[in-house]
């Protein structure tokens, strides 16, 4: 398993190699940052946007977090940190497209769907259980049709996790109107951690389709 310590023996090769070779691009992003896809993803290990859309420093504004979720627009004080970055993202780097990607096997789904960490002391679960209680209308559905035990729930939690996201989004008013206007597209996706597979979502028909 990997440890600080060999993290900077991959810092070594990483200034060594990969650094070096691309000298003039680091050059150029020394003088700031200019992507057009703004990325919300989990922060499972597993799921590393950057490696899955191939992508290079500058290219992808990534925000990680517990199931890839984003909450509503809000306007009471609080230290709102996907909101934030959202607002940098689209108001100051004014990227172009927005993509949730979730992903199968996602620890914060299943915990939303088993509500096993409901009523948990903060510290031994709670912060994970008020964070994820994002899902609770749509565990709602998701337990109606499937029940809370079983990989189809599993599945259909993950992609409904991701329409709650993309609510969400739009119950930003700049990123309503944006989008409105034809400057901001929003897209959604699950990313399959077992075959690889990306689900890519079809806001009209509600379906994840496989990318080939
Ligand atoms: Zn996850």
């Known amino acids: 398993m990997t440890r600080f310590s060999d993290m900077l023996d991959g810092y070594s090769r990483f200034k060594s190699n990969d650094w070096q070779e691309q000298r003039d691009r680091w050059e150029i992003l020394g003088e700031g940052q200019s992507p057009k896809v703004m990325v919300i993803a989990c922060s499972d290990s597993r799921v590393d946007p950057t490696q899955i859309f191939d992508t290079r420093p500058g290219e992808i504004f990534v925000v ?12 009471t004080p609080g230290l709102h940190g ?7 993202a689209v108001q100051f780097l004014k990227v172009e497209e927005i993509l949730v990607m979730g992903h199968g096997l ?33 565990q709602e559905r998701v337990a109606d049709i499937y029940g809370t035990d079983s990989v189809e729930a599993e599945r259909a939690m993950e992609m409904e996790a991701v329409k709650v996201s993309l609510a969400n989004l739009r119950s930003f008013p ?10 901001l597209m929003l897209h959604g996706a699950v990313f399959s951690i077992s075959d ?17």
């Open 64 to 75: 990680r977090n517990v199931a890839a979720l984003v909450p509503p627009y809000e306007t």
């Open 196 to 212: 690889g597979d990306l689900h890519v979502l079809d806001e009209a028909s509600g379906a994840f389709n496989a990318m080939r």
């Open 106 to 138: 996602c620890g914060g789904c299943k915990a939303a769907l088993t509500k096993a960490m409901a009523d948990t002391e903060l510290g031994h679960g709670g912060f994970v259980a008020n964070w994820i209680s994002l899902l609770d209308e749509a």
């Open 174 to 183: 700049y990123v309503q109107e944006k989008e409105n206007a034809g400057a």
């Open 82 to 88: 996907v909101s934030a970055a959202l607002e940098f």
